[in-house]
């Protein structure tokens, strides 16, 4: 077979094994891609920006190929980051917003870093919800006033990209790269993985570092894979983990992580599994096709040899979430960041942030900047009393009151919500996620179905994924047709 824009990680690499193709032509032939759908036609407008040394990267890995060998199943793989993800080369790192279009990261972020020792070709970055979908309360998803408005590839205007990695997930699921990295705080991985049919994961906090990501919570942020499969996913999120001492919560994952996950991609992955299933929001948020096609996704667990706990309560599902915990972290964090550009960058805070905003309203404040502006109002040092009670609370609510309590009383190997519903509460806790694609309503949307674990359980959230997916082949590519 010849590997075309569909092609997994392993069928690339066995064609550049058995020199049929190179990761030259494999980069050339992305590019091609991206100039011929990405910014004309259906305008899909997933790309904010071209690594202008991709090709050079890609020539690199081909001769080494050839002197030394493989690094690995991402040798010469063209990946995309998410613009909020830094790169210490000549690709911008502004998370979708004015103020930092003109920026350049002093170095690599820790996920770059990982992806270029393994061999990765990093292509270019992707458009995003700006600020990662904290700037404003009125948002939509995927648009940046750096990037514009990012498409759905399964229906641009009229389906939802989702948000925040929304460039990440519409590039992915339009052929623009094999593997993108998108960054999650709360859903922000997950939901535009539904909306695009792909596989996205979003992983324990801790398990990779945030090194060098423009931050919104230092209790919720993580990074992860988006890919068109399981194996890809696997793949990718084995290269990105590791211990990091510029990101101490990476010090708990030192041991429980693992850095290949592909021993977990098994067939029978799902058989004897205990899964609770999750229906608390089940007719609120979905439609009677979505409410169908999760029943189909129950029946064929049943069938892989699951046993399917129904009607599964999570104690604290009904739970105030304290609201205050992003707010103060996010000025904390993003002044963190801030003060790691080059000295002659002249946005050195937040304050400065708004007030370019303010200075360049019409072109940066579409949709305004109340978040933005409340989280200035914060005092930055996390002492306030209203954050840290929100943040044991929330902690309390989504661990042990919350995900630790269901999962232990029902000896669950896994939550299974429809979509992404229940993605708030794994991220309030810092626990792993996997969305994988289960078909299409009658108007061709995308449908996923989302497992959910415990802390660094996610060997056996890729197993259960695994096996379902490689059951049912579910996930369609959407037709890019002008």
């Not at 514009?148 to 399964?154: A, W």
């Not at 299933?277 to 069938?303: M, N, P, T």
Request: hydrophobic share 40%; glycine share 10%; net charge negative.
């Amino acid at each position: 077979m010849v590997p075309n824009h569909e092609s997994t990680i392993l069928e690339w690499q066995a064609a550049m094994d058995e020199n049929t193709t190179t990761s030259r032509e494999l980069t050339l032939a992305f590019l091609k891609r991206i100039a011929t759908h990405d910014k004309q036609g259906l305008t899909i407008n997933a790309i904010c920006e071209i690594n202008p040394d991709a090709l050079a990267i890609a020539e690199a890995l081909d001769r080494e190929r050839i002197v030394s060998g493989s690094r690995g199943p991402l040798h010469g793989i063209p990946i995309l980051l998410k613009d909020n993800i830094a790169t210490g080369d000549r690709m911008h790192t502004s998370a979708g917003t004015l103020a930092l279009a003109d920026s350049y990261a002093s170095a690599d972020s820790f996920v770059a870093a990982r992806l270029r020792e393994a061999g990765a070709v990093l292509l270019g970055k992707t458009n995003l919800t700006e600020w990662a979908n904290f700037m404003s309360d009125h948002m939509p998803n995927g648009y940046s006033s750096r990037g514009g408005q990012v498409q759905n590839p399964y229906g641009p205007g009229i389906f939802d990209v989702g948000g925040s990695s929304s460039g990440s997930a519409a590039a992915v699921a339009a052929g623009f790269a094999v593997a993108a990295i998108g960054t999650e705080t709360s859903g922000s991985i997950l939901y535009p993985s539904v909306q695009n049919s792909l596989v996205g994961i979003k992983p324990t906090v801790g398990l990779i570092s945030r090194s060098g990501i423009i931050p919104i919570s230092h209790t919720q942020d993580t990074a992860g894979p988006m890919t068109r499969t399981v194996s890809d996913a696997a793949i990718v999120l084995g290269a990105l983990t590791g211990v990091d001492i510029s990101d101490p919560v990476t010090g708990k994952s030192e041991g429980l992580g693992h850095t290949d996950y592909r021993p977990f991609l098994d067939l029978d992955g799902l058989r004897a599994a205990r899964i609770g299933v999750i229906r608390s929001r089940f007719q609120a948020e979905c439609d009677a096709d979505e409410i169908q096609l999760f029943e189909a996704a129950i029946a064929q667990l049943k069938k892989a040899g699951a046993i399917l706990v129904d009607s599964v309560t999570i104690p604290s599902e009904s739970a105030a979430w304290g609201r205050s915990v992003l707010l103060h972290e996010f000025k904390s964090g993003v002044n963190a960041y801030l003060r790691t550009l080059p000295d002659s960058y002249p946005i050195r805070t937040l304050q400065d942030v708004i007030e370019f905003n303010r200075a360049h309203e019409e072109e940066a404040l579409r949709y305004g900047q109340s978040l933005l502006e409340r989280s200035e109002q914060t005092s930055g040092t996390l002492t306030e009393p209203e954050y840290l009670q929100d943040l044991l609370y929330n902690l309390d609510m989504s661990q042990g009151s919350g995900i630790d309590a269901v999962v232990k009383e029902q000896s669950l190997d896994a939550l299974l919500f429809p979509g992404c519903t229940g993605d708030e509460i794994a991220a309030r806790a810092g626990y792993p996620s996997i969305a994988v694609p289960a078909g299409y309503t009658g108007t061709g949307k995308p449908f996923s179905i989302m497992f959910t674990g415990l802390a660094f359980q996610e060997h056996v959230l890729i197993r259960l994924a695994y096996a379902y997916e490689q059951a049912t082949h579910l996930r369609v590519a959407p037709k890019l047709t002008s």
